[in-house]
């Protein structure tokens, strides 16, 4: 089973900030948040990860909670080629067994 | 740098054949891990490999087996195709030491009739 719970979907108005929530309350101290997405049948794509800090590149920002128990991440500004499913994984490791749970489909409507 | 490169992108075997798909990697990246998805499974695991070995694997049957060459490049077999087979199978390269980000081929479409 996957070790991350995300909402099934979500829609965001374009131009506004995306924020996707991703809970992982069994994450262990050694264990990374990465985020990816994936657009239509296309290979995912990476976004960003993160240990305990926040974190921020050209494509997004990853917010991780204290605990660690949960992060979010957030588009600044949604455009339409956002659409997509964002997968919220955790792992040690690059060697892992990765384990994806369905992600979150986001639309971005006009 | 070229990214991760998969063939071919689309396939159709009829049930009992086999397949062989192939990954090339990002230059310089070691490690290459196989995924198989399906609209009702999602993304699974199914092996990676590093320096030419298997280093990690899914619980998939054995007739999915993968090999890894000693310039990186990997390939990914299966026996006697089953109509559930048919999927999107995607590969990811990574540098391969302890945490490395994965970046994901365009993957390859197979179909099994």
């Known amino acids: 089973d996957a070790k991350t719970t995300q909402p099934p979907s979500m829609d965001c108005a374009e131009g506004r900030a995306a924020n996707l929530p991703c809970n992982h309350s069994t994450i262990s101290g050694n264990e990374y948040v990465y985020w990816y997405r994936q657009i239509h049948s296309q290979g995912p794509q990476y976004i960003i990860h993160?240990?305990?800090n926040n974190e921020t590149n050209e494509m997004a920002s990853l917010i991780i909670t204290e605990d660690r128990k949960s992060s979010t991440l957030i588009l600044p500004h949604a455009t339409l080629r956002d659409t997509a499913v964002y997968y919220c994984i955790v792992r040690k490791t690059s060697y892992d067994k990765v384990i994806f749970g369905p992600g979150t489909s986001l639309s971005v409507i006009p | 740098k070229a990214g991760v490169t998969q063939t071919p992108r689309y396939l159709i075997k009829t049930r009992g054949q086999q397949v062989t798909l192939s990954c090339s990697p990002i230059s310089g990246h070691r490690s290459v891990s196989w995924y198989q998805q399906t609209p009702g499974q999602g993304l699974q695991f199914l092996f990676e490999y590093f320096s030419e070995t298997q280093r990690n694997k899914g619980n998939f049957p054995g007739r999915f087996s993968g090999r890894q060459f000693s310039n990186s490049r990997s390939e990914m077999n299966v026996s006697t195709l089953e109509l559930g087979d048919s999927a999107l199978y995607l590969c990811?390269?990574?540098?391969?030491?302890?945490?490395?980000?994965?970046?994901f081929g365009p993957g390859t479409r197979l179909l099994v009739l």
């Open positions: 993160g240990l305990k």
């Open positions: 990811a390269s990574s540098l391969g030491s302890t945490q490395e980000t994965q970046y």
